[in-house]
């Protein structure tokens, strides 16, 4: 190899390395808090929105008497067998803001200008920290796109406080599983401010707030977590194992034992047309 050849790729060598160096040292973590582990519900609590009230009316919402009417709609029809508004049985993801009710498992990854929310379900939530503002052209997605910015609050030459906004959404999305629906426009706009306790540096909060047509007034809850230090991961896919079928505008279940059954009392069977009948 000739000399000047050698050189230079010593050189770009030797360039990438500094980088690296210089990235690596301009990643100081003891600037950042310590949320590692594994954050889950609080014990007892199950995943409706606000943790402190009921599921569905008991939420009290403050829904528009469109998406209120949706919401009554939606609980009759899952008092009857069907699934209503709720759309995770077809194994469409739950999405923002949904995903932070920890149904299942987070894992918060902090780096330099990007901090990641992890899921065992869901694929990872990406919040922004490089000081970027909303794209223009971004594909809209049930995650939505997140932009953080981390706050010292109490002055102490160390951040406490991820503040995160997240828009560009698609649907449909629910706020549980009762069918508290975000409005059919997407132009939600989540806010959020995730700390830790005070008192408990095993407890987490993520105040939320979802500002969206279909509520009369911006609705805020404060999400709390609990640390597990002893982490367990699982795999969980939710086409597997899943016996919800749909077909046309139907929800049908197969049973134990491999066939199709009704989902609720007196379903009618799907349209056969294009299967040959059995003689009777």
């Known amino acids: ?107 918060f990854v902090i780096l330099p200008n990007i901090t990641y929310v992890n899921f065992e379900a869901f694929m990872p939530r990406r919040i922004y920290t490089d000081g970027r503002g909303f794209p223009t052209d971004q594909e809209p997605s049930f995650m939505g796109y997140s932009i953080g910015k981390w706050l010292d609050t109490d002055g102490d030459g160390r951040f406490d406080t991820l503040e995160v906004e997240t828009r560009n959404f698609k649907g449909p999305r629910t706020v549980e599983f009762t069918g508290i629906a975000l409005h059919e426009d997407n132009q939600t706009v989540v806010r959020e401010r995730i700390r830790l306790d005070k008192s408990d540096a095993e407890v987490m909060h993520n105040e939320i707030t979802i500002i969206d047509h279909a509520f009369t007034r911006p609705w805020t809850v404060d999400k709390r977590y609990r640390r597990i230090r002893n982490v367990i991961w699982y795999e969980d896919n939710c086409t597997e194992n899943n016996h919800h079928i749909v077909i046309g505008e139907s929800n049908y279940f197969v049973s134990g034992d491999g066939y199709l059954m009704p989902a609720r009392k007196g379903q009618s069977p799907p349209d056969l047309r294009y299967f040959r009948q059995a003689p009777k």
């Open 1 to 107: 190899m000739p000399p000047c050849r050698s050189a230079i790729g010593a050189m770009a060598v030797a360039a990438v390395l500094a980088f690296a160096i210089a990235e690596a040292q301009a990643f100081d973590e003891t600037k950042y808090p310590d949320w590692s582990g594994q954050w889950v519900r609080p014990r007892g609590i199950a995943t409706q929105w606000d943790q402190g009230k009921p599921p569905g009316l008991g939420q009290q919402a403050p829904l528009t008497p469109e998406y209120q009417a949706k919401l009554e709609a939606s609980l009759a029809d899952q008092a009857a067998g069907g699934q209503g508004l709720d759309t995770r049985y077809k194994c469409i993801t739950n999405g923002m803001p949904r995903v932070m009710a920890a149904i299942f498992p987070l894992e």
